[in-house]
């Protein structure tokens, strides 16, 4: 029997290999944040505008011609415990019985300022500026319909002024109608909402400086 070893047992256990380490794979660059989506606009409110300044227009007018047909060339009417006196008076001038004289002047531009809000109103979208912009386009409205179709003529009507406060005559304060209420309480909410910083299409001037700060 032959004693060399086999060659098996020659043969020196080799170390196992360690495997190639896999290829690294492209990192990818990390994706940009996306940017916070804008709010939506508020709807807009041309149909608010219209429905404040038809609902005062029809006020206004029905009460001119109340208080014409039953109180013109009669004393004044005290109501509300002195508080107000009804009395009509034809008024050539502006709100307030102010800019005697300039009828026409007067009539073209409460025309010029019904253009401009019904143009502005196409880009409204808050609700305070509708309600204050259909309280002025109702006064607006109002009176130029007196100038209009009012005695002695077109563009030369008198408005019926019918509200005297605190006294009769206008001696407690000026004599007026819903009309010249309506221009004066919706001048008043625009002003205080221009003040708050609240912009007519719905957003808001403060925030806006913020964003560009």
């Known amino acids: 029997m032959s004693t060399e070893p086999s060659s098996s047992e020659h043969d020196v256990a080799k170390p196992a290999e360690a495997p190639e380490p896999a290829p690294a794979e492209a990192v990818a660059p990390p994706e940009p944040e996306a940017e916070p989506a804008a709010a939506p606009l508020p709807k807009r409110r041309v149909g608010l505008v219209f429905a404040v300044a038809v609902v005062i227009w029809v006020i206004d007018l029905v009460t001119k011609n109340l208080v014409a047909a039953n109180?013109?060339?009669?004393?004044?009417?005290?109501?509300?415990?002195?508080?107000?006196?009804?009395?009509?008076?034809?008024?050539?001038?502006?709100?307030?019985?102010?800019?005697?004289?300039?009828?026409?002047?007067?009539?073209l531009v409460a025309a010029a300022v019904v253009v401009a809000i019904i143009w502005l109103s196409r880009r409204l979208r808050s609700i305070g500026w509708a309600i204050?912009?259909?309280?002025?386009?109702?006064?607006?409205?109002?009176?130029?319909?007196d100038r209009i179709f009012r005695a002695p003529g077109p563009l030369r009507g008198h408005v019926v002024d019918f509200i005297s406060a605190f006294a009769p005559n206008g001696e407690g304060f000026a004599i007026f109608n819903i009309a010249d209420s309506a221009i004066c309480c919706g001048g008043v909410l625009i002003v205080l909402l221009s003040l708050l910083g609240k912009d007519y299409d719905g957003t808001s001037t403060r925030t806006k400086k913020e964003e560009s700060a």
Request: glycine residues 18%; without cysteine.
């Open 71 to 107: 109180l013109e060339g009669k004393e004044p009417v005290r109501i509300l415990g002195g508080l107000i006196y009804l009395q009509v008076i034809r008024n050539p001038g502006a709100a307030f019985s102010m800019a005697t004289g300039m009828t026409w002047v007067l009539a």
């Open 132 to 145: 204050g912009l259909g309280l002025v386009l109702a006064g607006a409205l109002g009176n130029l319909t």
